[in-house]
């Protein structure tokens, strides 16, 4: 099969191609802290592309996507973003052979019938079937009037990272303790990550020793900020900035909490469980589907100060317990986020797509 990717993830294209499909990736998405493998024996060599655009009509980039239909043919073209969608739409529009168009929804907002923006996306006809990242994001699409039958659940794929330093070595940056109880997170820090209910949290565990909170990202929310400065909290969390390989940090947390108030799937959460962190989430989208509770990690109701801290203390007090749901995770989300499994996925939904279509002619 010939597959045209754009702002798709690179292992993802690695392993369509190492499947044995043509690949041709468009401005695909690589992030530092990837190792990325030798090349695997019989992989076919994956053709890349590079070109501007940001905006959903963007004449450039459009004119880019469609001389790449024109000349590679595509059986499937698959967009990951929603500009790269509307690239995929407006530059196939009049081809000759026009291949399928699947999307990648990944936040839980239902659709604006009234934008015309999501008629040169997800609400376009030209769209043949939406791959979404949770269950919580595909409710959302339902919801928004797209058929049931052209949805399928895909969640985003893990990657595998460059462990640049020993969880020593960012404990001894961030001046903590070798044997101090670390909580921590990483996010974009606005409101809608909860950041400020996982610091509330963290002030009623002050009669309790030797523990950190280290809040790895930006902080762009004023609570956050006012948060951090109460007296209850000096000397106790760790406000570490932007970090170009959030996960080689991870490592050095005991617990990763991520208590959002809305999320399709947070990445940093799939990377935390990949690398054995045990979770603490909120049931807010489709975490509480990648973490199972009492299985995987905690699962708390959204907005639950007190579920969240009773959470935390309780993982505290017991470490058997938290290795438990630290291994568990790391093992379930391989069976959901690896670039095996997501290749096979989409792989299934590409041939459903064509034998769907193949019969409507």
Excluded at 93 to 116: A, C, E, V, W
Excluded at 143 to 159: A, E, F, L, M
Aim: net charge positive.
């Amino acid at each position: 099969m010939k597959i045209m990717l754009l702002h798709a993830p690179d292992p993802l294209v690695r392993e369509l191609s190492r499947r044995g499909h043509e690949v041709l990736s468009c401005n695909t998405i690589q992030r530092p802290s990837t190792n990325v493998p030798a090349e695997p024996v019989g992989m076919l060599p994956v053709r890349y592309s590079n070109f501007g655009g940001r905006k959903k009509i963007s004449p450039k980039a459009i004119r880019c996507v469609a001389e790449h239909i024109r000349v590679f043919q595509p059986d499937v073209l698959h967009a990951f973003s929603p500009s790269a969608l509307a690239w995929g739409i407006l530059g196939s529009t009049g081809q000759r052979n026009r291949p399928k168009i699947i999307s990648f929804r990944g936040i839980t907002r239902s659709l604006r019938r009234l934008d015309p923006a999501e008629w040169v996306t997800y609400l376009s006809p030209s769209v043949a079937r939406h791959a979404c990242e949770s269950q919580a994001v595909m409710d959302a699409m339902l919801k928004s009037g797209v058929s049931r039958d052209k949805c399928d659940v895909v969640y985003n794929v893990h990657w595998d990272f460059d462990l640049e330093k020993p969880a020593e070595a960012w404990r001894s940056e961030w001046k903590i303790d070798r044997d101090d109880w670390v909580i921590g997170t990483v996010a974009s820090v606005r409101p809608v990550k909860g950041i400020d209910l996982l610091v509330e949290a963290a002030i009623r565990m002050c009669d309790l020793p030797k523990w950190r909170l280290v809040i790895v990202g930006t902080v762009d929310d004023p609570k956050v900020a006012r948060l951090c400065k109460r007296p209850e909290l000096r000397g106790r969390i760790v406000l570490a900035g932007h970090c170009h390989n959030a996960p080689s940090a991870m490592k050095a947390f005991d617990v990763f909490a991520m208590p959002s108030r809305s999320e399709g799937l947070c990445r940093a959460l799939i990377e935390a469980m990949t690398l054995g962190i045990c979770p603490v989430v909120s049931a807010a989208g489709g975490m509480k589907e990648l973490v199972r509770n009492e299985q995987d990690g905690l699962v708390v109701p959204v907005e639950d100060i007190s579920g969240l801290h009773q959470a935390l203390r309780r993982l505290y007090r017991d470490e058997q317990l938290r290795r438990r749901f630290a291994e568990s995770a790391m093992d379930h989300v391989q069976t959901l986020c690896s670039p095996t499994i997501v290749a096979k996925k989409l792989e299934g939904m590409y041939l459903a797509t064509s034998k769907t279509l193949a019969r409507c002619a």
